[in-house]
């Protein structure tokens, strides 16, 4: 099953369609599509197709250096490299962080999970589901939602303000802040600062409640579609908290199968390794995880806002759980288990991470002056975060000279590449097979791909680059020119 | 009025060898999207689904050049644009990732892909789907000409907001100490 349409039998006899690049996603990627001459397809591939070395040029940096240079990254979520990697660094300077700092990093994180799902939902993904897949291509983007539904458009663009202005409270600024530190954070919040944020969070609560009820309407007026839609059955990972509870800062890993069975729970993500293991293939930078005791065939997973949100026992706020409940029964469980439904479970989110910023700034320890903890020196540390995109992975050691010697990073958009792919396969197989390719048909392969919020620039982090053999192919496969090189 | 100042300016963003925080930042300017959106329209951008850059009259480039398909990227938005602007750290100067430039990249992919401990069956990306990565990271100015340098990683909205105004009102753009910045 998870081998089909992945590699034609004779790729050489076949038309060649390209999705290049992919729009309304964040990074570098296309979709190739190879079709025969009855417009079957034969063949259908997300490629990572750019190749960066952060894992390598980390190593022999001071370790404080690394919660600032790593969140580079990302521009979207940068929030989510900073706070992993001084999670996994707390564990080597030994610290159990205050109560202070703990919060200051959940308030920046829960900032961070609803201005990046605002900026998905209403910025990149909302022209395809307001307009419809196939819609005029010159409209379908935020300047055409703004025309059409400028309180949407405006919304959208409010919660994403209000989730970076958090950001910048607690990191000192909206992109690449630097206000997490190994062993706790470099500043607390002013009253001022608790106040401005106070003023606008019942609003972005009231928004974020609007926003779950639209892609519910949406869901309503499209059922049969949006139930089908690029949807498969796939395992599960999430972190989730000691009690069940959905945690996006911290808890422990919990895998499921299609069914809901759990596979492992509560696993303490410090022994990540003996979980997952990584696949490549020769045509994506991306490796592709599994479950080890899966193995790669069946072993693939799904991970972020879907997974989090049906996966969890409940959400720890009330208005994000109710609607979380009626989510799960709607349509006899049939949205929760269909790929758009990563739309709906991530406006729960947002909706999740607003009651959460709002509990937060009525806790008082936000205004506190102990900062930093310390204790016993480690050599190694891991870190895991769900960011917006889903599970993230820092693992760290460090010498004696306080250099980073290893840094291995598992970044969550990695953790969709198979799903992505079965998704893209369903999608070619039921809307273009056998059908006469057009500009809005190749849409719906992208739609099935934003569903996933796909980071692709997160997604190249660890590589070099330099393949050693590349070669130059003509459309029809034909092998131009080869070039190695050593 | 002349015809220019009525008609509204098309502009192109892309994102190269960069984290999209440029773009990022650009949103950072707010609602105040939506009085740019009555001086401007876009062409290719991370936002549109246009896929190639067609006659524009300003170019935003963010990220430096890794790969073969950056340089094509690069050359397409130069030859359309009638002001090209590099945008961040990595466009001006190689940033963050040019950091693998003192790296054996062969050495790299042998360690990310072969002897990584995680990796089951080790092989190296090769497919021709792949573009061709560059030994270096390079900036934007040693492939094309380029107009003018926005420095920061990455500038703030508000000095975004100031070029750009400056720029459609037909003003040189200036921005001042306050909105310069290299972080």
Known sequence: MTQALETAAHPEKLRRVVIEPLSRVEGHGKVTLLLDEHGHVEQARLHIVEFRAFEKFIQGRPYWEVPVMVQRLCGICPVSHHLAACKALDQVVGAVLTPTAEKIRRLMHYGQILQSHALHFFHLSSPDLLFGFDSDVGRRNIVGVAAAYPDVARQGVLLRKFGQEVIRHTAGKRIHGTGSVPGGVNKSLTQAERDELLKDCYQMIAWSRDAVRLVRRLFEQNLAMYRSFATFRSHTLSLVRADGALDLYHGGLRACDSAGNKIFDHADYDHYWERIAEDVKAWSYMKFPYLKELGSDEGWYRVGPLTRVTRCDFIPTPLADRERREFMAFDDGRAAASTLGFHWARMIEMLHAAEAIKDLLHDDDLLGTDLMAGGKREARGVGVIEAPRGTLIHHYRVDENDQVVRANLIVSTTHNNQAMNVAIREVARKYLDGREITEGLLNHIEVAVRAFDPCLSCATHAVGKMPLSVQLVEADGTVVDTKVRE | ?183
């Open chain 2, 1 to 183: 009025m002349t015809d220019v100042t009525r008609r509204k300016l098309r502009v192109a963003t892309t994102s190269l060898a960069g984290c999209f925080g440029c773009h990022m930042s650009f949103l950072d300017i707010d609602e105040r999207l939506f009085a740019l959106l009555e001086r401007v329209e876009f062409d290719r951008s991370p936002l549109t689904d246009i896929k190639h850059c067609g006659p524009c009259d300003i170019g935003i480039v963010e990220g430096g050049i890794c790969n073969a398909e950056n340089v094509h990227v690069l050359r397409e938005f130069r030859a359309n644009c009638k002001i090209l602007i590099a945008i961040g750290a990595c466009a001006v100067n190689g940033g963050l990732p040019a950091q693998r430039n003192h790296l054996d990249l062969g050495q790299c992919l042998q360690e990310v892909y072969l002897t990584e401990p995680s990796v089951t069956n080790g092989m190296i990306p090769n497919d021709p789907e792949l573009p061709l990565p560059l030994d270096k990271v390079h900036p934007l100015h040693e492939v094309v000409k380029v107009d003018y340098f926005i420095p920061g990683c990455p500038p703030s909205g508000d000095a975004i907001w100031k070029f750009l105004t400056d720029l459609i009102d037909g003003r040189t753009p200036k921005l001042g100490p306050d909105l310069i910045r290299y972080d």
